[in-house]
């Protein structure tokens, strides 16, 4: 069995093309994509909010992957959908190692290389930490 792309998710035009590279990329081989939307829970909510700050974030999650597999449900490609509460980058990294990933898929957003190095854009880091290949779709530019 071909080992699976990891795909990081969000309802955004850079994750969406990634997702369809990397399911065309799944078709050639054989291969399987996981989709993983990661989300981080701040330390500042570690009051009675956390509760309602969490359903928030799952109910985003679940829009998020509802969308992802909405636009490749019918592509033959197989799928698994991940919800991880974690850093993005660790994420991703995590589930790569766990499923013995052959590549990770992200998507960029369009912005400048500088602006990613000094915020810490999920690609940029993951250039810096994966030790497998990495695919890194851009969006498409709006405006």
Do not use: W
């Amino acid at each position: 069995m071909p080992r699976p792309i990891v795909v990081g998710y969000v309802a955004q035009p850079g994750a969406q093309a990634a997702l369809m590279e990397a399911v065309e990329l799944a078709k050639l081989s054989g291969a399987k994509v996981v989709i993983v939307f990661a989300y981080e829970i701040p330390a500042a909510y570690g009051g009675g909010e956390t509760g309602d700050y969490r359903r928030a974030l799952k109910e985003v999650a679940e829009q998020a992957t509802d969308d992802a597999v909405e636009r490749i449900r019918d592509t033959g490609v197989e799928y698994e959908v991940m919800l991880v509460p974690k850093r993005p980058v660790d994420a991703l990294l995590e589930v790569a190692a766990e499923k013995d990933a052959q590549m990770i898929a992200v998507g960029t957003q369009g912005e400048h290389p500088l602006t990613g190095a000094i915020l810490g854009s999920v690609p940029h880091k993951l250039l810096h930490l994966s030790t497998i290949p990495l695919l890194i779709v851009p969006g498409k530019k709006t405006g």
